[in-house]
């Protein structure tokens, strides 16, 4: 199985950019499915059930959200209707709205997301791992994608070490920025600390670069305005092997609208 995950999609621009370009980049990478987080693509912050929609037909399978998930109120209308395709993190409290996991089925095989709050500069909220392990006693089969969620580099790569041989990612996502650290690690686990951001490069992650100077250089609280410019998808591909479970490519993409045609990524 061929699964492609996209980094944090960013207000309008990065819904735009995605919906122009990803059915091609799904025949093109030859991806059974695509993952994508989506916890700021309403303005900045949240996800509205029309924006999920808009999300599912331009080739979305399913969406992981992180700490703005309920920062959007629509968002409960989304869960009210019944929708299993967006996963809130698995170590928030019991019964908080929303899909503790989601799984999707390509080609005859199985693909499962689980996303992970980190704790280390974050809200608090319960253990990441302990969490992780629970879900692990009784996991559906099939590839297993992890998205940590999180402020610390140190803390999205224990989390890979801890689940190495055991899921087929864990992606970090959160901080916008695209690593260049993607691997398989020993026991067959691929694994990044961040994934990065699809959306407006030219700001400061994802936000208007005036507006978030004055928040820098003032203290005084502003409205999150979106940038506009320099649009990119940042993204990771990874192949299972016969096993179904463990990795064995993993691919990092930074496309800019220059790349985003068939043949550029040959």
């Known amino acids: 199985m061929r699964?492609?995950?996209?980094?944090?999609?960013?207000?309008?621009?990065?819904?735009?950019?995605?919906?122009?370009?990803?059915?091609?980049?799904?025949?093109?990478?030859?991806?059974?499915?695509?993952?994508?987080?989506?916890?700021?693509?309403?303005?900045?912050?949240?996800?509205?059930?029309?924006?999920?929609?808009?999300?599912?037909?331009?080739?979305?399978?399913?969406?992981?959200?992180?700490?703005?998930?309920?920062?959007?109120?629509?968002?409960?209308?989304?869960?009210?209707?019944?929708?299993?395709?967006?996963?809130?993190?698995?170590?928030?409290?019991?019964?908080?709205?929303?899909?503790?996991?989601?799984?999707?089925?390509a080609n005859g095989a199985q693909v499962t997301v689980v996303q992970l709050m980190g704790r280390v500069f974050m809200t608090p909220v319960d253990s990441p791992f302990d969490a992780v392990d629970e879900f692990l006693e009784d996991c559906p089969q099939g590839a297993l994608i992890v998205d940590i969620h999180g402020e610390a580099t140190s803390e999205k790569q224990a989390m890979a070490w801890h689940l190495d041989g055991r899921v087929t990612a864990v992606i970090g996502t959160h901080t916008h920025v695209q690593s260049a650290d993607e691997r398989i690690l020993p026991g067959g686990t691929a694994a990044i600390t961040d994934v990065g951001m699809t959306g407006p490069h030219d700001g400061i992650i994802g936000g208007d670069t005036n507006q978030m100077m004055r928040r820098f250089l003032t203290r005084m609280p502003a409205h999150l305005e979106v940038a506009k410019d320099r649009p990119m998808i940042h993204a990771l591909l990874i192949e299972t092997d016969d096993s179904g479970r463990l990795a064995s490519k993993v691919e990092r993409y930074s496309l800019a609208e220059k790349d985003l045609n068939r043949g550029a990524l040959e």
């Open 3 to 105: 699964i492609l995950f996209v980094g944090d999609i960013f207000g309008k621009p990065g819904r735009k950019i995605l919906s122009q370009h990803l059915e091609w980049l799904r025949e093109e990478l030859r991806a059974d499915v695509c993952i994508a987080n989506a916890e700021n693509s309403a303005a900045g912050k949240g996800l509205t059930p029309k924006i999920a929609d808009e999300l599912f037909r331009c080739g979305v399978d399913l969406m992981t959200m992180g700490n703005h998930i309920y920062d959007n109120k629509e968002i409960f209308n989304l869960f009210e209707r019944g929708e299993d395709r967006v996963v809130r993190p698995l170590n928030y409290p019991e019964g908080s709205p929303g899909a503790a996991s989601a799984t999707f089925t």
